[in-house]
T-cell receptor, first 115, second 115 residues
């Protein structure tokens, strides 16, 4: 099946640090990648959608200057949490989709803890 | 406001019996529905999907039923096996999943298969 790799799986860092999370589709070309966030006891919430070579589309309430998304190739998207603060601590997970109509395939997620 | 609801946080079923997981949605624009299965420390794994033009889709032991008038879908697993123990997420999108639409998730149902 389709494989999506997300790295790192766990990050602990100090407040004010910027953190970069990578999402790679290993065995297919992902025309669209998605970034989600999950707070405890909540469902996965879509943050942004990125298409290769174009700017990401952010959901309402998600700060684009805070969460920088780059989708430079058909197999790699990155999410950078800039100047992270404790309230940014969450579980971040990416997904990737190939051709139109195919389901999204998810990475294993990144647990981000800001001290 | 939750647009996708899974009202049962957990469900316990005896091995060999049928497991039925339910999901309700409120957004009438949703026309593509998916079920994902998630083990601890892993990302969601795609199980089965259904388009709103159908009312049933079957794949091996897994069948998804869609009742558009009731805005309700269910996942049937028969027979249930110990390896089916996991958290199951219902997800929905608009535009038949073919556009750059992210998924709206429910909070998940923890299925426990008892030997």
């Amino acid at each position: 099946g389709a494989v999506v790799s997300q790295h790192p799986s766990w990050v602990i860092c100090k407040s004010g640090t910027s953190v970069k999370i990578e999402c790679r589709s290993l065995d297919f070309q992902a025309t669209t990648m998605f970034w989600y966030r999950q707070f405890p006891k909540q469902s996965l919430m879509l943050m942004a959608t990125s298409n290769e070579g174009s700017k990401a589309t952010y959901e309402q309430g998600v700060e684009k200057d805070k969460f920088l998304i780059n989708h430079a190739s058909l197999t790699l998207s990155t999410l950078t949490v800039t100047s992270a603060h404790p309230e940014d601590s969450s579980f971040y997970i990416c997904s990737a989709r190939g051709l139109t109509g195919q389901p999204q395939h998810f990475g294993d997620g990144t647990r981000l803890s800001i001290l | 406001d939750q647009q996708v609801k899974q009202n049962s946080p957990s469900l316990s079923v005896q091995e060999g019996r049928i497991s039925i997981l339910n999901c309700d949605y409120t957004n009438s624009m949703f026309d593509y529905f998916l079920w994902y299965k998630k083990y601890p420390a892993e990302g969601p794994t795609f199980l089965i999907s259904i388009s709103s033009i159908k009312d049933k889709n079957e794949d091996g032991r897994f069948t998804v039923f869609l009742n558009k008038s009731a805005k309700h879908l269910s996942l049937h697993i028969v027979p249930s096996q110990p390896g089916d123990s996991a958290v199951y997420f219902c997800a929905a999108s608009a535009n038949s999943g073919g556009g750059a639409d992210g998924l709206t998730f429910g909070k998940g149902t923890h299925l426990i298969i008892q030997p």
